[in-house]
């Protein structure tokens, strides 16, 4: 297992689509790129460290963008509003 100094260096950057806006819209879940050594256990802990939320659920999956990062928030936390902290908009 990969040790992480620091939560940037698991989460890359958010990944933005219209499939993925459409997600945070209705299932309250965001897309980040995220390091291709990072487990499920270690991206949920950098996503709740930056941004002070509750995840639920990660899942994930390896394309040619790199590895992906599909993060499903409790409905306290608003996905709207954390993208907007991030200016996905």
Do not use: C, W
Request: aromatic content about 8%.
């Amino acid at each position: 297992m990969t040790e992480f100094k620091y939560p940037h260096d698991i989460v890359k950057h958010p990944y933005v689509t219209e499939k993925t806006m459409d997600l945070m819209e209705k299932e309250n879940k965001l897309e980040f790129i995220v390091d291709r050594n990072a487990n499920k256990q270690q991206i949920a802990e950098a996503v709740e460290k930056l941004f002070e939320v509750t995840v639920l659920k990660v899942n994930t999956k390896i394309d040619y963008h790199g590895k992906r990062a599909l993060v499903k928030f409790s409905s306290e936390d608003s996905a709207e509003e954390i993208g907007m902290r991030m200016g996905v908009f």
